[in-house]
């Protein structure tokens, strides 16, 4: 039976006190807690979800760090609303910083680590990337950084081990290109480098080549291992037991050897002299880093780029996945409506029913992210999710955020959508309205190819900005084919570009602009697009998105005073099309549902 905690003690403080008091045993000033594991990935095991254990932040993002005397968490506008709620009592300060990566960490750090302090933070989770700018920092201001310290190994008694569900094959057809041709791709890479090997440490790039998927992380299809490629072998480090042999056997027809999970750092130690190790510094850890002895060449993962440009079979799969994906949520929607009103149904609810509703459909998986099913207020947090303990029952009237998506063998899917529950005033259908003008001018662009995606991210702003509006997040992340549901390297936002950002023909996007009242509600609707080619002319080739997603958009949200005459066009095709894609799918409650709510937008 767990140990009662005293009235009025917050359950973070005595996880602040265990971690202080390490500190001063390791004669540390501050440890610094980033959201990762030895992959640098977005969602994490639980074994590597320290700062969620030490903070009560639940946020997917954000940066911990905790001194002697004070404790600090860095995030983005997507989960301040959140981080309050979560951190009161806590006693650790929300810092607000404007986006995921902004380094406002770093600059707190600089400016208040005396000469002489020790930043400690655990090398095995920090980016090579990033510990090259933090160190940098924490030299100029006299601070040095230690990097061989896991203290949540002290000071976290019930540490969850370290998954070990099975691994598997994705099989074709959906498996559309060998892991031999793509090893062959990816060794092409490499020889333009010079590099005689390449460590890949990213679990989604690893998944896409060797084409298999696992369940180590919560609604991404991948697991936990280090690929080391050389010219005529690879070696794949990965948990004891979690490939059934056959696997093996046939991992091994392609000249893939399997070996444990904790060998792939001396395996880095033992390269030869000669050796000349591709790395990608944004993708490798520093420890990782640390333990080659080899020459290096840093650039990025070619797998990154590969798994970006989804081929044309991949695409065939991904239309078939939406067209199924549309038909689930005809059958929820129709559902919702009906019942709204007659049953008690809370936000939980929604989740429990869109999950039933696409587990009927041909190749659903699972998940891709957790329901996000947001009424009133509670729509205004991006990242909002309804737990057991705090949620909203739809009553009333209000606006109802539904940000959701599914797995499938041949694509991942990610819809966001509002729906009008009961009656909306004015000011709601304004703003349903300027968000939807964004949605379809981004989704109407043409370009040329090898513009840099953050480019394009103001062409959905700019309806928002003419009326002083903005929202916090980026407009559009990449997404991968029955991989993570975030994918690089293109993002629409108002990164920094780089050159990995091009658009190329066969990359998935989101377009998903946004406008949030703290409080009142919020707004977001999601397309996924495709970039297919556009007529081309004397100044190159162009692209443009062909819209995946199908489902309804419901105009009862909208305006349509102010919406144009080429936008209320834009919304009938798409509508048209959504119709004519699903009607073979549907049948009863949800065919009905799906020709009202794909009438023509007519006045009213």
């Not at 094959?169 to 005689?196: C, F, I, N, Q, Y």
């Not at 794949?236 to 042999?245: E, N, S, T, Y």
């Not at 056959?246 to 060998?263: M, N």
């Amino acid at each position: 039976m767990p140990t009662a905690q005293p009235t009025g003690v917050h359950p973070v403080s005595e996880r602040l006190e265990r971690a202080r008091a390490a500190l001063d045993r390791h004669g540390v000033f501050a440890l610094l807690v980033p959201s990762s594991d030895p992959h640098l990935s977005e969602y994490l095991p639980e074994h590597w979800q320290g700062r969620e254990w030490l903070s009560g932040f639940t946020g997917s993002m954000g940066t911990l760090v905790v001194t002697r005397d004070c404790a600090a968490l860095f995030a983005d506008s997507r989960y301040w609303v959140q981080a309050e709620a979560e951190l009161s009592g806590s006693g650790i300060e929300l810092v607000k910083i404007a986006s995921g990566t902004s380094p406002g960490h770093v600059d707190w750090l600089a400016a208040n680590a005396a000469q002489g302090a020790v930043v400690a933070v655990d090398g095995d989770v920090l980016g090579l990337a990033a510990a090259k700018h933090l160190e940098s920092a924490l030299t100029r201001a006299g601070a040095t950084l230690r990097t061989d310290l896991d203290l949540f190994n002290e000071v976290w008694p019930e540490r969850p081990t370290l998954p070990t569900k099975p691994i598997f094959e994705h099989l074709p057809p959906h498996a559309a290109e060998p892991r031999a041709t793509k090893l062959a791709r990816v060794r092409a890479a490499m020889a333009e480098r010079g590099a005689s090997h390449h460590f890949v440490s990213t679990v989604d790039d690893i998944a896409w080549i060797f084409n298999l998927r696992g369940s180590d992380v919560a609604y991404n299809p991948v697991f936990l291992a280090h690929a080391l490629i050389e010219a005529d072998k690879v070696t794949l480090f990965v948990g004891a037991g979690k490939i059934p042999a056959a696997l093996v056997e046939a991992l091994a027809r392609d000249r893939v050897a399997v070996a444990p999970y904790g060998e792939a750092r001396s395996a880095l130690g033992a390269l030869p002299a000669n050796a000349l190790l591709l790395i990608d510094p944004r993708r490798v850890t520093l420890g990782l880093r640390q333990a080659a002895t080899a020459r290096t060449v840093e650039a990025i993962n070619p797998s990154t780029l590969f798994k970006s440009r989804k081929s044309d079979a991949q695409a065939a799969h991904i239309r078939e996945a939406m067209a199924e994906d549309g038909a689930a949520m005809a059958e929820f929607y129709a559902w919702f409506e009906a019942a709204l009103g007659k049953e008690r149904i809370t936000e939980l609810d929604v989740h429990t029913h869109i999950t039933a509703a696409r587990a009927r459909r041909r190749g659903y998986v699972g998940p891709s992210f957790a329901t996000i099913a947001g009424f009133r207020g509670n729509g205004a947090m991006p990242h909002y999710r309804a737990t057991e303990a705090s949620h909203a029952v739809i009553e009333g009237d209000g606006l109802l955020l539904i940000d959701s998506g599914g797995q499938y063998a041949g694509g991942t899917t990610d819809i966001t959508r509002v729906w009008p529950i009961g009656r909306l005033n004015d000011e709601v259908k304004r703003d349903c309205t300027w968000v939807l003008k964004g949605t379809i001018n981004l989704s109407r662009a043409r370009f040329p190819r090898g513009t840099l995606s953050p480019m394009l991210d103001a062409l959905a702003r700019a309806p928002l900005w003419a009326q002083g509006l903005d929202y916090g997040h980026g407009t559009g992340h990449g997404v991968g084919y029955f991989l993570n549901v975030h994918e690089g390297p293109q993002s629409i936002s108002k990164a920094v570009p780089d050159a990995h950002m091009a658009m190329e023909p066969g990359m998935v996007t989101s377009v998903e602009p946004g406008l949030y009242r703290p409080g009142k509600w919020g707004v977001r609707i999601e397309n996924l697009v495709l970039n297919v080619p556009a007529p081309a002319s004397e100044f190159g080739e162009f692209l443009e998105f062909e819209t995946l997603t199908l489902c309804p958009i419901d105009t009862r949200c909208l305006e349509r005073a102010l919406l144009s005459e080429d936008e209320v066009g834009w919304l009938d095709r798409y509508h048209a099309t959504v119709r004519e894609r699903l009607l073979p799918r549907v049948t009863g409650a949800a065919r009905d549902w799906l020709l009202l709510r794909t009438e023509p937008f007519e006045p009213r």
